[in-house]
Every structure is written in C-alpha cells, then in structure tokens.
C-alpha cells in the first residue's frame, strides 16, 4: 500500500508521504527547533544579566566607598570585603532567577490551560531543573561579582574614608 500512495503523491512535489510516527517526529522536530533558539535567547538574556548585575555592583560600590572605607578603617579584612559582595551579588542574582521562574512557570501554566483544546494538556514543571537552575544562577551572580569585589577590596582606606 506504501509503494501505491508514494506513485500518487510523488505527482505532488510540496507532498509528502508520513506515517503516524513520522508525523510525530516531523512535529517533535519543529518544537525542539523552536526550543533551541528559545536556549539560545536565553544563554543571551543570561550574559546580559551578568554584565547588568557586575554594573550594578560596580556602581554601588563606587556610591559606599566611604562606608567600604570605614569598615576596613575598624578591622574588616579585605577578604570579608570580597566575601560581602559576593554574597550581595549571589542574593541579587537568586532573586531575579526565582523571579524569572516565577514569571515562566506562569506563563508555561498559561499557555497549557489555552491550548488545551488544541492536544496540549499535559503540564510537567521539572522541579529539579529549575532547582539546578537557580544554583547556576546563583554561581553566575557570584561569577559576576569577582572584579567589582577585587576593585572594592583594594581601595585605599584613607581616600575613600575622605570621599564624599
């Protein structure tokens, strides 16, 4: 019968002969292209949030000189001074992922619940991943602080003390 409907369709040059699990695979295809570029996008919004959060850390720390200044002035080593913005940078970066999977959670729950109708019902959140997730971005945030942590614990005491 194959050999019989490949005759027909091959009068068809758009036309192509499937069976169900070829379909399948042609369909599975086209959603794990879709889902590479949606990775792709996302290892970019990522390296974006790096470079936004070693920004940010840079400029809070040029704004507490002075207060970076006189703790080193009563006794903090410079190493506490690093580990503090680390873990600044580590919290900074927890929050915006547990806020991002927040927010993808909710739509994938969304769009699950719209397309319903059209074969799209079952919902699978991968706990684990997003767990590994959030550990990765929290090594990313801490990752993203080394030279803003390096430039802070080498300022000289008594210049940003005089800061203003």
């Known amino acids: 019968m194959r050999s019989a409907l490949d005759s027909v369709v091959t009068g068809y040059p758009s036309a192509e002969l499937q069976d169900r699990t070829e379909f399948k695979d042609a369909q599975a295809a086209q959603v794990n292209q879709l889902l590479a570029l949606v990775y792709v996008l996302l290892a970019f919004a990522i390296i974006i949030a790096l470079f936004g959060i070693a920004n940010t850390l840079s400029l809070s720390i ?3 000189q002075r207060e970076m200044g ?3 002035a009563v006794g903090q ?10 873990w600044e940078s580590a919290i900074i970066a927890v929050f915006g992922t547990v ?3 927040v927010v993808g959670v909710s739509f994938g729950v969304a769009i699950v619940k719209a397309l319903g109708t ?6 699978t959140i991968p706990v684990s991943g997003l767990v590994v ?7 990313a945030g801490i990752l ?12 000289n005491i008594l210049q940003a003390i005089a800061t203003e």
Request: aromatic fraction near 4%.
């Open 118 to 123: 059209n074969g799209l019902k079952v919902l």
């Open 62 to 64: 040029h704004e507490r």
């Open 77 to 86: 080593y410079r190493s506490q001074v690093r580990s503090s913005i680390r």
């Open 99 to 101: 806020l991002g999977l």
């Open 133 to 139: 997730i959030t550990v990765l971005g929290a090594l």
């Open 70 to 72: 006189l703790l080193r």
């Open 144 to 155: 993203a602080s080394v030279r803003p942590a390096w430039r802070a614990s080498k300022l």
